[in-house]
């Protein structure tokens, strides 16, 4: 019999909670995204409970939505991610570190040093959320009047990616060769310079860093547009996906994997881990209890700013008891908008109702008992519309206590997840190979 597949699970990290009214819910850390001792416990109980990786977001402006909104929200600040995982990387031994980096403000020399140094400091846990920034106003702190257009952003992703990479591979695995006797510290045959002159870069290498443990990063990406699929069928290891039911989830799960087959990938060499917030309870009742409270903490002006930034369109000038008006795509997140709009036809919600449901968290939930949960999950990793969760906590620390107390040893029981680590490189955990030197 073939061994049964395994589930595999990171933790997105919203410090309070990716729920905007997490913060006060009964027990929160309100003071948790620059609280590092909480940042500690929160990373500390993951790994007990043998998540592969702590993903830590990032985001270069406030979100973009009014005073009225962001004022009510603590999803605006956070840390600096390569600051707070190489503190993080200290404090653990085996779960993955994965920062999210934008191709599109950053340079793509600074990308691989910081890469290169987080893989270093924790051994070999480092991982790239590739993304392109889909927030408008990050440009407004980066030199630009306007944001660069989407596909103009995947298509420097792209080489962005390539520069990264062969800037990863300077030196082979074994060019510092450190002969004392001979005086010797790198064996000069053994560094590449990369030379690259591209359309949007120009980079000459080599990088001023030993290869990385993991010879790469563990390249992630989160987009799912057209062209964020194609770049994650080109690049990615890991897709933190946005499928919000299971039919959706196993049509980007065929279509990706689909992609990979014509480039010649194995399917195994890319996991597909759509975003679950997880509300546990210890029964159905009670976990809905929890959602419905949690959901009645957020403010009004925060829901239609939320439904705004999804829809990339200002919700707070429509009828908010109609039903949702035709939108046109804007230069925002292309799924973003579709998910928005595929809910609003789906159940027939007025702009109200689902400015609500957006507000706290509009995505994929699954709200119940240990057993229902893993009973979810299973259905979606045997059902191929998934490879594991990005999980989301309700609030912290409660919601993810109960998640690794309750939820974990049960898909443990059942065969689904494992017991103990099966290295010590977030590679081999994920069961993904070391890409070796291209040009050694
Ligand atoms: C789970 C998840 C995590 C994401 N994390 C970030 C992030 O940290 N920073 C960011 O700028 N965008 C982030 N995004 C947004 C994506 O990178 C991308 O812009 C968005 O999904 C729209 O992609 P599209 O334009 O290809 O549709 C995330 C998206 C998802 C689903």
Redesign the pocket.
């Known amino acids: 019999m073939a061994p049964q597949k395994q589930l595999k699970l990171a933790a ?1 990290m919203r410090p309070i909670s990716i729920h905007t009214g997490a913060w006060r819910y009964p027990g929160a850390y309100p003071d948790a995204n620059f609280n590092a001792a909480h940042l500690e416990r929160f990373i500390q109980t993951l790994e007990r409970g043998r998540f592969d990786a702590f993903f830590m ?3 270069l402006a406030v979100l973009n939505m009014p005073i009225a909104a962001l004022k009510r929200s603590h999803t605006v600040t956070s840390f600096e991610p390569f600051t707070l995982l190489s503190f993080l990387a200290h404090a653990t031994r085996f779960i993955g570190l994965v920062a ?1 980096a ?1 191709t599109t403000f950053d340079e793509p020399y600074h990308v691989a040093r910081r890469f290169a140094s987080l893989d270093h400091l924790s051994r070999g846990r480092a991982g790239w ?1 590739i ?5 408008p106003d990050a440009a407004l702190n980066f030199g630009l009047d306007e944001h660069v257009e ?1 596909d103009e952003r995947y298509r420097r992703a792209r080489e962005f990616y390539d520069v990264v990479t062969g800037l990863w591979d300077s030196f082979a695995d074994d060019a510092f060769v450190r002969d004392v006797d001979a005086g010797l510290y790198f064996e000069p045959k053994k560094l590449h310079v990369l030379n690259h002159k591209g359309k949007h870069l120009s980079v000459r290498g080599p990088l001023n860093i030993a290869r990385p443990v993991q010879g790469w990063p563990v390249i992630v990406q ?4 057209e ?2 699929r194609q770049l994650a069928a080109e690049t990615a290891e890991v897709i ?3 499928s919000s039911t299971l039919h959706s989830a196993q049509e980007f799960y065929a279509d990706i994997k689909a992609r990979l087959d014509k480039r010649g990938r194995h399917p195994d060499s890319l996991k597909i881990l759509p ?1 679950a917030f997880v509300v546990v309870g210890e029964s159905r009742a009670e976990a809905l209890d929890k959602r419905e409270r949690l959901d009645g903490l957020v403010h009004d002006d925060s829901a239609i700013a939320s439904l705004s930034v999804m829809l990339g369109h200002d919700a707070s000038r429509f009828d908010l008891d109609a039903l949702l008006p035709e939108i046109p795509e804007t230069n925002a ?4 908008r579709r998910r928005v709009i595929e809910l609003a036809r789906r159940e027939k919600l007025s702009v109200r109702q689902l400015a609500r449901r957006f507000g706290g968290y509009g995505g994929l939930s699954f709200v119940g008992t240990a057993s229902s949960i893993a009973d979810e999950m299973q259905e979606w990793l045997e059902g191929e519309g998934a490879d594991g969760f ?1 999980v989301m906590f309700p609030y912290l620390p409660g919601g993810l206590d109960d998640f690794v107390e309750q939820v974990v040893p049960e898909l443990q029981r059942r065969g689904l997840f494992r017991r103990e680590y099966a290295g010590s490189t977030l590679r081999e955990n994920l069961g993904l190979v070391r890409p070796p030197n291209q040009f050694f």
């Open positions: 997105f977001a990032d985001h999210t934008s959320n993304v392109t920034t889909a927030n989407h989160a987009g799912s547009s062209a964020g933190f996906g946005a975003g997140s292309q799924s973003g990005n």
